[in-house]
């Protein structure tokens, strides 16, 4: 007789920190539910759940810096065959993210996946940050490796003149399907001494693989205990992460309703069923030719 595993799957969280002296700014993220339940809607072969795995681990590791109803998207475009990533996610830890292609359809390299092959080795990572303000803050850098992680890192070191260390990891089961998924984010305060980031930055080239130390156990405590021993580092407590769309069809309505009058007026004469899904979460709405007349007629008025 088989006895099956019930040991429900460890939730995912970002847990963040702050070395007692003061000099380093540190968090750690376990997203592998997260990105495995991501990577299953948007259908990604295996080095696009590779390289989606690790913007959403990037973009987890980034909820760190909000607070209240504070939201942050994040964007990474470039000349290989995914396109376009993009990830939001808001300070009470809800994530979704989206890929434009999801077959990268490129082999590994030197037994890894190619994953700046697959993004591009030409392109730009943008972040987009909802901060209350009357404009959100938006900061932009041409991408250095595609590797994800130090293109974050380069965008924290020129947008926002932070030194930043950024390490990802996604491992794949052997069906191509994401088995460990985190990433961990370190960084360096005003006024630190070199000495003190020398040292832990030693640690941090110590390090095994991020999404190895996962697949082991290690919670995202773990991570950072790795790089500061426990008396070093005060440590909050942790914050689930949570998979969540916006998505409504109200919300999908208002997105029609920027197409204008004529592209609608085609919609509601089309023989076709008028279907839009969700990039997100995959969930298709679709429009009545009634329902298309009502968003013409609303159009219309707020132009008078």
Known sequence: MVTLDSTPPRPDTLVRGMSNDGAFRVAAVNTTNLSAH???LQQTDPTA???????????????SQLKGNQRLALSIEGNGPLKKLHAEVSAQGHVCASIKNPVADIPPRDNNFDVAAAVGRAGFLRVVKDLGMKEPYSGMVQLSTSEIGDDVAQYFAESEQTPT???????LDRDGHISACGGLMLQVMPQTEAEKIDAVENHIKSLHSISGLIAQGATPEDLIQHIFPSE????????????KCHCSKSGVARMLSTLGTEEL????????ENVVTCEYCRTSYSFTPEEVGQIIETLQESRH
């Open 38 to 40: 991501i990577c299953r």
């Open 265 to 272: 007026q085609e919609m509601q004469n089309s023989a076709e």
């Open 49 to 63: 759940s590779v390289a989606l795995g690790r913007v959403v681990s990037a973009a987890s590791l980034m909820i």
């Open 232 to 243: 070093n580092i005060h440590l909050y407590p942790p914050a689930e992460l949570k998979f």
């Open 165 to 171: 260390s950024v390490a990802l990891g996604v491992m």
